[in-house]
T-cell receptor
Framework: QQQVKQSPQSLIVQKGGISIINCAYE??????FPWYQQFPGKGPALLIA?????SEKKEGRFTISFNKSAKQFSLHIMDSQPGDSATYFC???????????FGSGTRLLVRP | EPEVTQTPSHQVTQMGQEVILRCVPI?????FYWYRQILGQKVEFLVS????????KSEIFDDQFSVERPDGSNFTLKIRSTKLEDSAMYFC??????????FGPGTRLTVL
């Protein structure tokens, strides 16, 4: 019940395309859902986050869609760029603890 | 912009040896965490620390592990007797109240 399931494991997108990464959770106590971007040899860096009181949040080219009833959320990267090539992790936490449960990660490659 | 720093960036040790990984969290943050990431796998929660004591720990955080905040600035993770399977990236994170964790760049631990 503490798991966050992430798919796909890897993704190749052409420059300018849309990258979509999906996550699902079971624990209804989760109420904070961040996405992290990680480059090789670096720590995870917060990209965008959402709470379940909204169904969508957009920041620049990055959008989170959240479906509370289905317990799913996804990251959309519009106009994907080669510089977006990285590993993306979804995560979830019950706000009371701030402890993050991470998904397994998606390696995104954006071809020029 | 303030950031979480970690030292060393890479630690090589022999199996059975003790290691201490150091972190300097962001100064006004109150919650501190250690996570680890085995190569190619997801980021896993180890332990959280608040008000000078452990607030939560995972199954991974057994008696071989300990954390300390010895001087009000540094936050350390000690592994008493390292095993081969402790080889991983170890990330420190700190959190101000009501916000998302800020991760350090990580320490790569290699146990031979």
């Amino acid at each position: 019940q503490q798991q966050v399931k992430q798919s796909p494991q890897s993704l190749i997108v052409q420059k300018g395309g849309i990258s979509i990464i999906n996550c699902a959770y079971e624990n209804t106590a989760f109420d904070y859902f961040p996405w992290y971007q990680q480059f090789p040899g670096k720590g995870p860096a917060l990209l965008i986050a959402i709470r379940p009181d909204v169904s969508e949040k957009k920041e620049g080219r990055f959008t989170i869609s959240f479906n509370k009833s289905a317990k799913q959320f996804s990251l959309h990267i519009m106009d994907s760029q080669p510089g977006d090539s990285a590993t993306y992790f979804c995560a979830a936490s019950p706000d009371s603890s701030y402890k993050l449960i991470f998904g397994s990660g998606t390696r995104l490659l954006v071809r020029p | 912009e303030p950031e979480v720093t970690q030292t060393p960036s890479h630690q090589v040790t022999q199996m059975g040896q003790e290691v201490i990984l150091r972190c300097v969290p962001i100064s006004n943050h109150l919650y501190f965490y250690w996570y680890r990431q085995i190569l190619g796998q997801k980021v896993e929660f180890l332990v959280s620390f608040y008000n000078n004591e452990i607030s939560e720990k995972s199954e991974i955080f057994d008696d071989q592990f300990s954390v300390e905040r010895p001087d009000g600035s540094n936050f350390t993770l000690k592994i008493r007797s390292t095993k081969l399977e402790d080889s991983a990236m170890y990330f420190c994170a700190s959190i101000p109240v009501g916000q998302t964790p800020f991760f350090g760049p990580g320490t790569r631990l290699t146990v031979l």
